[in-house]
């Protein structure tokens, strides 16, 4: 498997505070069946300030440091950008990492609050060339009530990429239900970990592979671990990608309806446990 969003790069963001805890995750990892990381540091001016030449530097150290303890990943440069008005011009003027050398690149919306104008950015750097990965879209806060986005964006060639986690419930009711109706509705390309230690959000994916396999079937199980991120990470040709699985057209207004109301009750039911 290939995990294309994983923040393994220590002390360099909110992911693995030392490389004790990189090593941990790479033999994770490893246990898992991966063979390639893509390294993505957060990138948000003003906060996270990493600077591709820095995450490529780390990148190659790190391999080094996995490889004296015994560990061999492949991995790979990388960043999970977060949205800006000049994404475009960042990504041109070296301020942005894509995937490796290749036109692939990670693409974090806020989460709690929709930004302004995402179709439009996101057009943007399609027109100018590049594949935006519109990284966990079913942790979104907001997507509940902008879920009908997602079709729309897909439907613009946007890249759509799952947290493995999400899948199998690590992160709730809600987000597990998000994950699956995604997977049922064809909008779903690729699934990475979006590791950040090797606890709770570790770089496990084999659970959320075979729940995949279960809902998909294997082919396209292992489009969404292996091939697809493989041509993001060999920088493949866009109109060679594997399509996605096709499914019925739904009546928007029963599932908005469906929708609605099964998010009301798992609210409702969150917070009479709190």
């Known amino acids: 498997m290939i995990d294309v969003h994983c923040h393994i790069l220590p002390c360099i963001d909110d992911g693995a505070k030392s490389f004790d ?3 941990e995750m790479a033999r994770i990892a490893v246990d898992e069946g991966v063979e390639t990381i893509v390294c ?3 990138i948000m001016p003003g906060v996270f300030d990493n600077k591709p030449a820095d995450i490529r530097r780390r990148v190659a150290e790190l391999s080094r440091d996995l490889a004296d303890h015994g560990v061999h990943l492949d991995l790979i440069p990388g ?7 000049d994404f475009v011009r960042a990504l041109v003027n070296d301020e942005i990492q894509p995937i490796g050398e290749g036109r692939y690149v990670l693409f974090e919306p806020p989460h709690n609050v929709a930004p302004p104008k995402l179709d439009e ?3 943007n750097v399609r027109a100018a060339g590049w594949m935006p990965i519109l990284t966990h879209p079913e942790r979104l806060a907001w997507i509940e009530d902008r879920y009908h986005i997602l079709p729309e964006l897909v439907a613009s060639g946007v890249m759509m990429q799952l947290t493995a986690a999400s899948i199998i419930g690590v992160f709730g009711e809600r987000t597990k239900y998000l994950s699956e109706r995604m997977i ?3 909008l779903v390309h690729i699934v990475a970990s979006d590791a950040h230690n090797a606890r709770r959000r570790s770089t496990r994916l084999r659970g959320a592979y075979d729940r995949c396999r279960e809902l998909l079937g294997a082919e396209e199980a292992d489009n969404l671990f292996v091939v697809r991120p ?3 990470t060999l920088n493949g ?3 060679l990608l594997p399509p996605l699985p096709k499914v019925p057209q739904r009546k928007t207004s029963n599932d908005a309806g469906i929708f609605s109301r099964l998010s009301s009750f798992i609210r409702s039911s969150t917070e009479a446990h709190r």
Do not use: E, M, N, Q
């Open 237 to 239: 040709p866009f109109d």
């Open 40 to 42: 993505t540091p957060h």
């Open 21 to 23: 805890v990189s090593l």
């Open 79 to 85: 960043s999970d950008a977060h949205v800006r008005p």
């Open 121 to 123: 950015v996101l057009f």
């Open 230 to 232: 493989r041509f993001a």
């Open 184 to 186: 049922d509705d064809g």
